[in-house]
């Protein structure tokens, strides 16, 4: 082999590995991305590989054309991890992404077509350089149109990696730019071996170079923990946030952490990150033993500092995936030390009390044991947007709570009165302006010398930007569980109907479990019989007064009149009207004018379309192309079903009819009675063929006609059989010697006589 062989194949072997290891690292933003590019760089190495071993110009050229398959994939995928490791992966949506891979499609179609318009390459040879054989090509203007959109995918990658690069903190930062490094060196090798230049002019090593690619991606997974940490995953609002803000996984080691702890630790974040948390809570070992094993919590802990005592309150929040797997925890310390110190001094003295208070950055109130508000610092004037100074005084605090939060005060208010206990929690509370602001609350009990309660002393803390930045999370995590249910939902729907084989079964099943995917009030299954359409099954028209017979045997529609049916047998796709109103194709009836919304989707078997999903709601513009794309994998699934359905039917009836077919021949075999015999088959045959009525004749030879022998009159009434000479029915069969079908005896004048 020669010796640039070993070196393409081993860079095959090692981006297929490293591509495995990207794969491992699944659900990671970027890791199928990556896992893609590498797929393609293997196949793309494995091509050039295999393209050294052969001297026949045809069997290059062919090779040659095969690395398509890998090189086609690098410039998009490259540009989808780019995205979704930069936070920006949400815009390539399902159709986006497809639209994405036109190109490359396009490309493997001119390529394996060259040789029909030559528009890829405009020339190919094989010269002898070097002790070796290779092609030439001269590159056609589809070849250069298709560098062009690679290049410009490629560049887009860059940008969005060095945006992340300038934006990101440290850690972030070098993994950028073991990416740039990386995705930076293939394109330099690439451009080279397209420029002709030498000595490149006959060897691509683009795909070696992916060995160097592919080292910098295994250093930077096990290294900076590529794959695992990205920018994405970082909120920069907790890093702007005062608090002290830790992430660590479920083996207790830093995966994030913001400016605040690291101040407070007085370590540098690099440091910290991929290291146990322990190891950098030696001074507090009380706090290690106590929360060691806990997942969560919510309490205030002390804290020796050098400067001295600290307060904090500490919350503890578990992190679990999708599937509810445990990844970690998210670690808030709080320090309160300010205000546990305000509480202190109230004890010592009223002037400082009041002194620290009206200096404190939190609002501060004191509330009368009846409600009133007796005092309040300035910044509770700017939390409130109050007009001035003294317009609280004399107020209730009741008028500035949401009355959403009320209860759950005043509840908290007796429990402190109760217990003497500190009272943290969230509530809403109302601006001078109306504006609700969420605060977070810390209640504690003021008592005279005789230990009786004079007042409330209440700390207020803005957690606007918090809650915003909650409900964002909160939002974001909802819609993936709801996506995961309906995934999980549409595949168990699709395992009950691909086990049940009995066609009416089936379809009493399809519009129940419809109804788990898809909201509907109404709901019904047609199928095509002609040129109309005919209701099936319906489901939730008996609340509308339609019951379901008339429902099923009433509604009749012709294909050509109701236009959403004819679009979906055009286009085989689903079909949304948003108002049903405003729809001139609408067919509109008395019994159903409470439908103003209607999805559709149409069912497809064999190959053709066989029928539809309806369903009606009440609202207008309910239904989105969410709804319809989900409807459209389960009319693609009722499809499927129904036609194995069918197909277990038609051999059902197949098999039965080869058991009745071999029963004839054992009673032909077996009796000797010929006329028993011939009584039987004739039963038997009218029972096999579903056939009302029969008659069985021989041929009388003295007599030239044909005579019954045997018959099957009809429940209903009796026919007479005459024996006829050279004409009807019957006699055509016997003088042809074939069997004749007869679809309406009426439409055959000249056979209407049965014999």
């Known amino acids: 082999f020669p010796p640039v062989f070993y070196l393409y194949f081993f860079t095959a072997i090692l981006a297929a590995v490293i591509a495995a290891i990207a794969w491992t690292r699944r659900p990671a933003a970027g890791a199928g991305a990556i896992t893609v590019v590498l797929i393609g760089c293997s196949i793309w190495a494995l091509g050039d590989a295999l393209e050294h071993l052969f001297i026949e110009f045809e069997?290059?050229?062919?090779?040659?054309?095969?690395?398509?398959?890998?090189?086609?994939?690098?410039?998009?995928?490259?540009l989808v991890f780019a995205a979704q490791y930069s936070g920006w992966g949400s815009i390539f949506t399902r159709r986006r992404m497809a639209l994405l891979w036109i190109e490359p499609v396009l490309v493997l179609i001119a390529a394996f077509t060259d040789p029909l318009h030559h528009w890829f390459y405009t020339f190919k040879s094989l010269t002898f350089e070097n002790g070796f054989y290779h092609l030439i090509l001269q590159e056609g203007p589809l070849f250069w149109v298709h560098t062009v959109y690679s290049y410009t995918l490629i560049i887009l990658a860059y940008?969005?990696?060095?945006?992340?690069?300038?934006?990101?903190?440290?850690?972030?930062?070098?993994?950028?730019?073991?990416?740039?490094?990386?995705?930076?060196?293939?394109?330099?090798?690439?451009?080279?071996?397209?420029?002709?230049?030498?000595?490149?002019?006959?060897?691509?090593?683009t795909p070696l170079s992916f060995m160097i690619t592919g080292i910098l991606v295994v250093f930077g997974v096990y290294r900076y923990r590529l794959l695992d940490l990205t920018p994405h995953g970082r909120d920069v609002l907790i890093e702007k946030m005062e608090d002290i803000v830790v992430v660590i996984d479920h083996f207790g080691r830093v995966v994030d952490i913001n400016q605040a702890a690291t101040s407070f630790l007085n370590i540098d974040r690099d440091q910290m990150i991929g290291h146990v948390l322990n190891e950098f809570l030696a001074p507090w070992p009380e706090l290690i033993a106590r929360f060691q094993e806990v997942k969560e919590a919510h309490t205030p802990i002390i804290m020796q500092r050098p400067e001295g005592v600290r307060y904090f309150d500490l919350r503890l929040n578990p992190i679990y995936t999708q599937d509810n797997t445990y990844m970690g925890r998210l670690i808030i310390l709080r320090?309160?030390?300010?205000?546990?110190?305000?509480?202190?001094?109230?004890?010592?003295?009223?002037?400082?009390?009041?002194?620290?208070?009206?200096?404190?950055?939190?609002?501060?109130?004191?509330?009368?044991?009846?409600?009133?508000?007796?005092?309040?610092?300035?910044?509770?004037?700017?939390?409130?947007?109050?007009?001035?100074?003294?317009?609280?005084?004399?107020?209730?605090?009741?008028?500035?709570?949401?009355?959403?939060?009320?209860?759950?005060?005043?509840?908290?208010?007796?429990?402190?009165?109760?217990?003497?206990?500190?009272?943290?929690?969230?509530?809403?509370?109302?601006?001078?302006?109306?504006?609700?602001?969420?605060?977070?609350?810390?209640?504690?009990?003021?008592?005279?010398?005789?230990?009786?309660?004079?007042?409330?002393?209440?700390?207020?803390?803005?957690?606007?930007?918090?809650?915003?930045?909650?409900?964002?999370?909160?939002?974001?995590?909802?819609?993936?569980?709801?996506?995961?249910?309906?995934?999980?939902?549409?595949?168990?729907?699709?395992?009950?109907?691909?086990?049940?084989?009995?066609?009416?079964?089936?379809?009493?099943?399809?519009?129940?479990q419809a109804a788990r995917v898809i909201p509907y009030d109404s709901g019904n299954i047609s199928f095509i019989r002609g040129r109309k359409v005919s209701i099936v099954r319906s489901y939730g028209?008996?609340?509308?007064?339609?019951?379901?017979?008339?429902?099923?045997?009433?509604?009749?529609?012709?294909?050509?009149?109701?236009?959403?049916?004819?679009?979906?047998?055009?286009?085989?796709?689903?079909?949304?009207?948003?108002?049903?109103?405003?729809?001139?194709?609408?067919?509109?009836?008395?019994?159903?004018?409470?439908?103003?919304?209607?999805?559709?989707?149409?069912?497809?078997?064999?190959?053709?379309?066989?029928?539809?999903?309806?369903?009606?709601?009440?609202?207008?513009?309910?239904?989105?192309?969410?709804?319809?794309?989900?409807?459209?994998?389960?009319?693609?699934?009722?499809?499927?079903?129904?036609?194995?359905?069918?197909?277990?039917?038609?051999?059902?009836?197949?098999?039965k009819r080869t058991i009745q077919l071999n029963q004839i021949l054992q009673k032909i075999g077996g009796s000797l009675d010929l006329n028993a015999l011939l009584n039987e088959v004739l039963q038997m045959s009218c029972t096999m063929l579903n056939a009302s009525a029969g008659m069985l004749a021989l041929y009388n030879s003295n007599l030239d006609f044909l005579e019954p022998i045997n018959k099957v009159q009809p429940a209903n009434g009796q026919l007479?059989?005459?024996?006829?000479?050279?004409?009807?029915?019957?006699?055509?069969?016997?003088?042809?010697?074939?069997?004749?079908?007869?679809?309406?005896?009426?439409?055959?004048?000249?056979?209407?006589?049965?014999?």
Not at 59 to 78: C, E, M, R
Not at 164 to 186: E, F, H, N
């Open 59 to 78: 069997i290059k050229q062919w090779i040659d054309l095969t690395s398509y398959f890998g090189i086609v994939l690098v410039p998009a995928g490259w």
């Open 159 to 205: 940008l969005l990696l060095i945006r992340t690069m300038l934006q990101a903190p440290q850690i972030y930062r070098r993994q950028s730019i073991l990416l740039l490094i990386g995705g930076l060196v293939p394109g330099v090798s690439n451009l080279l071996y397209i420029a002709h230049i030498p000595p490149f002019a006959y060897l691509d090593v």
């Open 335 to 512: 320090d309160i030390t300010e205000i546990q110190t305000v509480q202190q001094a109230l004890a010592e003295s009223e002037s400082r009390y009041r002194s620290l208070i009206d200096t404190s950055p939190d609002p501060i109130l004191q509330i009368s044991v009846n409600g009133e508000i007796e005092f309040y610092n300035r910044a509770t004037v700017a939390l409130l947007d109050l007009p001035n100074s003294s317009e609280l005084i004399g107020r209730t605090a009741e008028e500035y709570i949401d009355e959403s939060s009320r209860d759950e005060t005043t509840q908290r208010t007796r429990q402190i009165r109760e217990d003497g206990r500190q009272q943290n929690f969230e509530i809403l509370i109302h601006a001078y302006n109306g504006h609700l602001i969420p605060v977070e609350i810390s209640i504690s009990l003021l008592k005279d010398a005789q230990e009786q309660p004079i007042s409330y002393v209440c700390v207020l803390r803005d957690i606007s930007e918090r809650r915003h930045a909650e409900n964002e999370i909160r939002r974001s995590a909802q819609a993936e569980h709801e996506q995961r249910e309906i995934s999980e939902t549409l595949r168990e729907i699709g395992v009950i109907l691909n086990t049940t084989l009995d066609v009416e079964t089936l379809l009493d099943h399809l519009l129940t």
């Open 541 to 655: 028209y008996d609340k509308f007064n339609i019951s379901f017979t008339d429902a099923e045997n009433r509604f009749v529609f012709d294909i050509e009149e109701t236009r959403n049916f004819a679009e979906m047998i055009s286009s085989r796709e689903p079909f949304i009207i948003p108002d049903t109103s405003q729809y001139t194709g609408w067919v509109g009836l008395e019994e159903t004018s409470y439908i103003h919304s209607w999805l559709g989707a149409p069912i497809v078997a064999r190959d053709a379309v066989i029928g539809f999903f309806s369903l009606d709601k009440i609202e207008k513009d309910f239904y989105k192309p969410s709804h319809a794309q989900i409807l459209a994998y389960f009319a693609a699934q009722a499809g499927m079903a129904l036609q194995n359905a069918w197909l277990f039917d038609e051999t059902n009836q197949n098999l």
């Open 720 to 755: 007479q059989w005459k024996p006829r000479i050279n004409s009807g029915v019957s006699w055509d069969v016997y003088r042809s010697g074939e069997p004749l079908l007869m679809t309406d005896l009426k439409d055959y004048s000249p056979y209407l006589a049965l014999i």
